[in-house]
Structures are given as C-alpha cells and as structure tokens.
C-alpha cells in the first residue's frame, strides 16, 4: 500500500541525524553534558504526520527533538529550486558573461526550480505529495543537471536542519526557556541561539573555504521561511525575532575576506529577498554598481520603509 505521508527526502532522515551530532567538537560536548544532566534525550523523533510544515522543537516533558518531514521537504524544494535558480541562472550566467539580470523562466531546468519553490512554500499552508516533475533526493530519473543539483542539495537540506536542531538544542542548553514579552529581548536570545547553531556547523578557527561550505546550509533556512511569507509584515515576529535581521546577523557572521564570497552569498540572499519582494508589488532600489552586500542592504532599508508607512 502506498504511504499518503511518504515523501522522498525520508531516504535523508540518516543523513540528518548524521549532520545533526557531527557537529563540532564544542557543540557535541555541549550536547552530551546536556544529556548526562537529563535536559535532553539523545534520540530525534522523525515525524511523518502529512501535516502542514511545523519547525523542530524539544518536547518540555520527553526532553526529546522532534524534526518534521514535511518542514523537511521544505527545506529540500526550497534549497533546489534556489541552488539552480541561483548557480546556473545567475552565478554561472555571469561567470560566462551572459547574465542579462533576469533569468529565463521558459527554460524548462529554470520552470521546475520556480516550481519547486513555489511548491516548498505552499507546505507552510497544507501538506501535499511530492509534485510528480519534481526531481528527487535519490535523483535516479533526472537528467544531469538536475541530477546534480538533487546530490548538492541532499548535502545542505541535511545541514541547514542540522543547524535548526542547534538552534532549538540552544535555547535549551542556555536557558531560554521563559517566553519574554519583550521583543528586543527575544530577538537577542535569537541571535544567541543562531550563534550557537553557527559555531556548531562552522568551526572556530575554519578556514575561509570552510565557512564557504556552509554558507548555503546556515542562510537556507532564513530565505526558505523569507520566501514562504505572505506579507511583508510577516517578517517582524515578536517570538522568533526579526527574519532580515536574523539573516544580515547570520551573513555577518562569516567574516569572508574575499570580496567574490562575500558578493556570492550577499547576491544568493538578495535573490531571494528580491523574489520576495517582487511578490509583494514592493519596488525594488536600483541595480547597483555597488557590492552585492550594499544592493542587499538597500532592499532591506526598502523593506524597512514600507513596513513603517
Ligand atoms: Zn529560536
């Protein structure tokens, strides 16, 4: 009998755990002293409930980590459809010198990468089956560029959940257990746990490459929930903080001393804040011959602006 709920990144639930408790050596010590003082449970409860997408969290009572496989596929579409839309359509575009500042949508490779984002946020509202034309984590049938992309994805869809499990593990570990009222409050303890999550991904000391590594896996999270939003006053959230600030928080963090990294991933973010954008009829600011990370930040002031008229 075929399983309602079954979606194919289940073939990735070992790979999540894997991600999860290979995080650095600071991180893992954190973990296990948790564990020893029985603040956490070191098994993870892999939903399957064909439920609309709900983010990790830790049980208060079992002391044990719930993941989502729908907020899983989530994250596997979302993280898809941006490394095509983004490494072929426009990073590789300007590498060859054709990017023209769109990217062709009637290419079909381009279609189902729109699609498959479209779908990833459509999750956040009802659960539905993984869309047919929808290349898969096992990427058996695709041909080779999706192909490609599925294999890279596997890789960083794991991730990013990994460093959403650290983010929660963090809250824990640090005592945020007490919900605040005040929301510049909650947006520090945000911070602090994104940090933790950072640092349990990247390594202290980790070599600008390795730090480029994990660039897609730590920011994939904020621009698939950035993405999936449906008014822009939606990003301001007195529980989970501020998502553009949280993101600009995060993209800081990587200190990248390479101006060509740092316009990789400041472009990456832009093409996802302006996506949004452009859905919510916001005008963008103009195309900069300005770096990647000043154009990025003009679309945020943008948004400031009009989430205050
Ligand atoms: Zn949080």
Excluded at 106 to 132: G, K
Excluded at 231 to 254: Q, Y
């Amino acid at each position: 009998m075929i399983d309602p709920t079954y979606l194919p990144v289940r073939l990735l639930e070992n790979n999540v755990l894997h991600a999860f408790v290979n995080a650095n050596p600071g991180a893992q010590r954190l973990l296990q002293h948790a564990i020893e003082r029985q603040l956490f449970r070191p098994e993870v409860d892999y939903v399957t409930d064909g439920n609309r997408v709900t983010y990790p969290s830790i049980n208060v009572n079992t002391r044990i980590m719930r993941v989502q496989e729908t907020h899983f596929a989530m994250l596997w579409a979302a993280t898809y459809g941006l490394t095509v839309l983004y490494e072929v359509g426009v990073h590789q575009a300007k590498v060859d010198g054709n990017f023209t500042g769109d990217i062709d949508l009637t290419n079909p490779l381009f279609h189902h990468a729109e699609l498959a984002i479209q779908w990833a946020c459509s999750l956040r509202i009802r659960f539905s089956v993984w869309p047919e034309w929808l290349v898969t984590p096992a990427a058996e049938s695709a041909v080779d560029l999706e192909n490609r992309h599925a294999l890279l994805t596997n890789g960083i869809a794991s991730d990013a959940m990994a460093s959403l499990m650290w983010h929660e593990f963090a809250h824990l570990a640090m005592g945020h257990s007490n919900p605040t009222n005040d929301p510049a409050v909650q947006q520090q303890l945000e911070q602090e746990a994104d940090d933790f999550a950072f640092h349990a991904l990247v390594p202290q000391h980790a070599t600008e490459d390795e730090r480029v590594l994990k660039g897609w896996a730590l920011v994939m999270p904020f621009l698939a929930h950035l993405l999936s939003l449906k008014h822009p006053s939606a990003m301001r959230s007195t529980r989970h903080g501020d998502v553009d600030v949280r993101l600009s928080h995060v993209l800081s963090r990587f200190h990248f001393a390479a101006q060509a990294n740092r316009d990789y991933f400041y472009g990456l973010a832009a093409v996802a804040v302006t996506a949004a954008m452009r859905r919510w009829s916001i005008d963008l600011p103009d195309v900069p011959d300005q770096s990647m990370e000043e154009f990025f930040n003009a679309c945020l002031d943008r948004l400031d602006e009009v989430l205050e008229r």
